[in-house]
C-alpha cells in the first residue's frame, strides 16, 4: 500500500471519529468529562469496553506470538474472565456505593492523604508507562507504512500521533469515549473476520478446513501443565490473568472510569460480564488469525524479524487484495486510538481529580486545571513514547505486561489490605512500602532461577508485589478502624 493511500484511510477514519466526539461530548461538563454523567446505557458500555480493552498492541502483538507460545496466551485470557467477576461483584458495588469519581478516593476514605497520593501516583506512572507502550506500536506501524517512505522522521510521527488522540478527546473526556469506542469496536470486529476470510481464502480454505488446519497445528496448544518452572505453565498464566484483570481494570482509574459511567451498579455488573466473554471471542479470532498468518507466510516464503510486525506486512505488502490492507489500518487505528485515548482521559482525570484535587474549587477553575493538565499528558505521553523508542530491546506485549507487574502491584496490594482487613494504618509509611515492593521483586525475579532450581518468573510477578505490599502495610498497622462514610 503507497503511504498516501494509508494517509488517507487513516484521515477518512479521523473525520467520521472527530463528527461522533463532537456530536457525544458537546454539551459535556465536568461530571460528563470524568464519569459521563452517570448515564450510559450498559450494553452501549460493554460494546464500547470491547475496543477500549484490545489496544494496538493486542491486534498486532497476539497474532504474532503464536509462533513462540501457541495458544497459551488464552490461559491468561482465562484468568482475565475471572477477574472482571471479582471486579463486577466486589469492586464496583463498593465504588458506586462511595459515589467516587476517582477510584483512588476510596484510599484516602479507608487509609489518608499520603496513601491516597501514592495509589495515585503510581496510577499515573502504570498509565503514563502502559500507554506510551501501546502507542509506541503505532507509531512503529505508521513509520514503517508512512513516515519511513516520505523520508520522516520519527519525532513528527510521534508528535502527529499524540496531537490526534489529543483532539478528539479534549471536549468530552468519558461521554465523547463511550460513542467513539463503540465505533472504534465495530470496525476492529468487522477488519478482524475479514481479515481471517480473506488469508483463509488464499490459502484455499473452507470455514471447516480452516477450522481443521488450525486445530493440527503445533501453534494450537492451549494448556500447559508440563513443567511448573516454564512460563508458560498453566497456573502462572491463569493466576497471573486473573490478578492482571483486577489491577489494570478494576484498580485503573481508565477502565473503571467507562464502568462507573453506568446508570448504577448492577448495569455496570452487566457491561462487565457482557465485555469479558466478547473479548474472550475476540482474543481467541487473533491467535486464530496468526496461525493463519504463519502458515500464509510459509507458503509464500515470508519473512520477518520481529513478531510483531507479521501481520502489517503481510497485510500492506501487497501479498493480498488492497482490501485487506484497508481492513488492517482500520482495524489497527482503531484499536489503537481506542486505548491511547482513555488513557489521555483518565490521566486528566487522575491527576486533576487525585494529585491537584479539586476541593472547594469552582466549576470554571476546575475546568481551566484539567484542560491544563490535558495538554500537559499529551506532552508527557509523546516524550516517553520518543524515550522508549530509544529504548526498547524486548516485545511490545511483554513490556506491557512487565510494566504492569512492578507498577500496579502496589495498587493491588493496598486496595486487598483495605478492602480485607479493618487494621488502622500508619498514613505516612505507606509511600515507602509502594516503593520498596518493587524494588524487591526486582531483585527476586532477576536471581529467581539461580535461588528457585530453573524457576522462571512470570508475569505472576504482580502477585507477588502485591503481596509484599500487603505484608509492608500490615506491618505498619494496628488495631482496627472503620472507613469514614461518604
Known amino acids: 500500500m503507497s503511504p498516501l493511500l494509508t494517509s488517507g484511510i487513516i484521515a477518512a477514519y479521523f473525520i467520521i471519529l472527530f463528527t461522533v466526539s463532537y456530536i457525544a461530548g458537546r ?20 460494546f464500547a469496553m470491547i475496543g477500549s480493552s484490545i489496544s494496538g498492541v493486542t491486534y498486532v502483538s497476539v497474532p504474532g506470538m503464536v509462533r513462540a507460545s501457541a495458544f497459551g496466551y488464552m490461559q491468561m485470557v482465562m484468568g482475565f474472565i475471572a477477574g472482571q467477576l471479582l471486579i463486577a461483584f466486589v469492586l464496583t458495588p463498593l465504588f458506586y456505593k462511595m459515589n467516587l469519581v476517582s477510584i483512588y478516593g476510596y484510599l484516602e476514605n479507608r487509609f489518608g492523604i499520603s496513601t491516597y ?74 477488519s478482524l473476520i475479514l481479515c481471517i476470510y480473506f488469508i483463509a481464502k488464499d490459502l484455499d480454505y473452507s470455514f471447516a478446513g480452516m477450522v481443521q488446519a488450525i486445530n493440527e497445528s503445533s501453534m494450537s496448544r492451549i494448556f500447559f501443565f508440563d513443567d511448573v518452572n ?10 497471573a490473568g486473573m490478578f492482571t484483570m483486577i489491577a489494570t481494570t478494576g484498580l485503573d482509574q481508565d477502565m473503571m472510569q467507562r464502568n462507573l459511567s453506568c446508570k448504577n451498579f448492577k448495569d455496570s455488573q452487566k457491561n462487565m460480564i457482557t465485555s469479558a466473554i466478547s473479548q474472550f471471542v475476540v482474543i481467541f479470532m487473533f491467535l486464530m488469525l496468526g496461525v493463519l498468518l504463519y502458515t500464509f507466510a510459509a507458503k509464500h516464503n515470508i519473512t520477518v ?67 491544563r493538565v490535558h495538554v500537559a499528558m499529551a506532552v508527557i505521553m509523546g516524550t516517553v513514547i520518543f524515550i522508549f523508542n530509544i529504548l526498547n530491546n524486548t516485545s511490545v506485549i511483554d513490556a506491557v505486561y512487565v510494566l504492569a507487574s512492578y507498577t500496579y502491584g502496589p495498587i493491588l496490594g493496598l486496595f486487598a489490605f483495605g478492602i480485607i482487613t479493618q487494621r488502622k494504618v500508619n498514613d505516612r509509611y505507606i509511600p515507602l512500602v509502594a516503593v520498596v515492593s518493587p524494588i524487591i521483586c526486582y531483585v527476586i525475579q532477576s536471581n529467581s532461577e539461580a535461588w528457585f532450581n530453573g524457576y522462571q518468573m512470570s508475569y505472576e510477578l504482580l ?8 505484608i509492608g502495610t500490615f506491618v505498619f498497622s494496628s488495631g482496627k478502624k472503620q472507613m469514614k462514610q461518604m
Open 230 to 239: 516454564e512460563k508458560q505453565y498453566f497456573f502462572k498464566q491463569f493466576f
Open 305 to 371: 524479524e520481529k513478531s510483531d510486525e507479521l501481520f502489517p506486512v503481510i497485510a500492506t505488502q501487497g501479498y493480498l487484495p488492497i482490501i485487506v490492507g484497508i481492513l488492517f489500518i482500520i482495524g489497527f487505528i482503531s484499536s489503537a486510538y481506542s486505548a491511547a485515548g482513555s488513557a489521555l482521559t483518565a490521566l486528566t482525570t487522575s491527576f486533576t481529580v487525585d494529585i491537584l484535587g479539586t476541593k472547594d474549587k469552582s466549576e470554571e477553575q476546575i475546568v481551566h486545571t484539567r484542560k
Open 463 to 470: 502477585i507477588l508485589n502485591a503481596a509484599i505490599t500487603f
Open 117 to 190: 497520593r501514592t495509589g495515585a501516583w503510581f496510577f499515573f506512572i502504570s498509565k503514563m508507562l502502559g500507554a506510551a507502550v501501546r502507542l509506541f506500536l503505532v507509531c512503529l506501524t505508521m513509520q514503517l507504512l508512512i513516515f519511513e517512505p516520505l523520508g520522516m522522521p520519527f519525532l513528527l510521527n510521534v508528535a502527529i500521533t499524540v496531537l490526534l488522540v489529543w483532539l478528539y478527546t479534549f471536549r468530552g473526556g468519558v461521554k465523547s469515549l463511550i460513542w467513539t469506542d463503540s465505533l472504534k469496536t465495530l470496525c476492529l470486529i468487522v
Open 27 to 46: 454539551k459535556a461538563d465536568n461530571h460528563g468529562f470524568f464519569v459521563g454523567n452517570r448515564k450510559s446505557s450498559w450494553y452501549v458500555v460493554a
